[in-house]
């Protein structure tokens, strides 16, 4: 295969950020942090390469997450367990991984495919899978795209132990994290 060349990269949350940062909320998306997580993380690649919307070229989408929306899923298992509530109808909308991607590529004009994965080995928090870099890399090579905007983004697991605690079951300090990537060919 061929190397990959990095155009831009920003991460969540910002290691220079003074204080704590909180994601912008996205507009269609509620009960979760994960969508605003990779909403955020792309803007700020994308505006590094390209400052305002849209994109030039033809950029695809990969999202990676071990895994996934995690809020979102806890949301739509426990309005199905209550029967005397309705279910969000946008609960459904945003348990596809492709929804945010989809107002991405509309936000920035982008026009390459658009894949959402699992990685087979879940990396350290804030780097990008191998298997994403190769599939982007696949993705360059099959000529539909000329740039990849990789979004690695994990969700803090949030568990009630460890709101207590501050501290999550893996030991990290439940703060979400995501990563984005844009590359080419070199």
Known sequence: MTALRI?????????EARGPEQLPPLPG????????LVAETAE?????RHGA?????????????ASGDLATARAIEEAAADTARRMPPLLFFQSNPNAVLGHIAARWGLTGPVVAICPSQPPPPGRVPQDALDLAELLLADGDADQV????????ERT???????????????????????????
């Open 29 to 36: 998306f509620s009960a979760s942090t994960f969508n605003p």
């Open 44 to 48: 700020r690649c994308l505006r590094a």
């Open 149 to 156: 905007l990789v979004i690695a983004a994990e969700q803090a």
């Open 53 to 65: 919307a849209p994109a030039p070229g033809r950029t695809a989408l990969l999202l990676v997450s």
């Open 160 to 186: 009630e132990q460890a709101e207590q605690t501050d501290e999550d079951a893996d030991g990290t300090d439940g703060t979400d994290r995501a990563v984005a990537l844009l590359v080419a060919t070199a």
């Open 7 to 15: 155009l831009a990269e920003a991460v969540w949350p910002d290691p």
